[in-house]
């Protein structure tokens, strides 16, 4: 960005308040040298957890009203839950906070620019602008954000180049997404990372069931070669019992884990059909293997509806 600007934050999350601490101070971000931050005027956070991120990341500005937050900056950032976007901009725009020729900008991944249509409406320079990174809210993010791409959409050719010219203060890299994409691109994202999570924290309570005393270290340099292995070469990395064929061991892992880890059957038989179906479709299995796989899939899902057994009851007349 060639000149610093006034930057106001509505909604001091996790991600708003790491991208505000990176605007202050991009030189943490970008890992280079800088010709200087932007000035964050002042933020709205209501929770405690908000006001301790500020308090941390953002000491000395002011915790304000969103409208006044508004009021007082050139760049807006809405950081707030999906679900509350359009709200707020509807909101701060028939109060007036938003005005003619500032720029406002909302971090959502699923949103293109049709929910900032009411500050459109008046004038404003509207886009989207979506870290694909997961956060934790703490100063350990801004050196993640050094090379993350981000989900921009803007309207016009000037509105284009504000958003790159700010992805890159925070040390990122554009990726431009059409608005009618929106909700696709952050599909995959989502699909990715939060299902990843839920998938490996099962795999943690599996091993602990067997006996694992350090089931992430057990999983950690596993999983990530598996990740590395994935991004770079897609289904040819799979490997397992599945792409071999071995239904017996497919077998042994269905009766073992519907005894001790039965909260994780569901997504294993899921993750597993999955699996299957992609081994199939690129050749690397026999299809008379995969039908013996897919019925042992098949007999667990049956079992898994099965109702449970009704309790006797004494009748005592």
Known sequence: MNHPLRVGVVGAGR???????????????????????????????????????????????????????????????????????????????DAGAIRPGMYVA????????????????????????????????????LGRLSGCVFGLTAATAADRAFAEALVGDLGGKPMWVPEEMRTLYHAGLAHGANHLVTLVTEAMEILSAAGATDPAGTLRPLLTAALDNALDHGDAALTGPIVRGDAGTVAAHLDDIRVNAPQTLASYVSMARATLDRAVSDGRLLPIRALKIKKLLDDADRAAVQPLPRPLHTWNP
């Open 15 to 93: 991600v708003g308040a790491v991208l505000a601490a990176a605007l202050r101070n991009p030189t943490i971000a970008s890992g280079a040298a800088s010709a200087g931050g932007h000035t964050i005027v002042s933020v709205a956070g209501e929770s405690d957890a908000s006001r301790a991120r500020i308090a941390s990341l953002l000491p000395g500005v002011p915790v304000e009203k969103p409208t006044a937050v508004a009021r007082s900056c050139d760049l807006l950032l809405l950081t707030v839950p999906d679900d509350m976007l359009g709200n707020v901009v509807q909101t701060m725009t």
């Open 106 to 141: 909302h971090t959502s991944g699923r949103h293109g620019l049709a929910i900032l249509e009411p500050a459109a409406a008046i004038g404003a320079h509207v886009m989207a602008i979506h870290p694909a990174m997961t956060f934790s809210g703490t100063a350990v993010d």
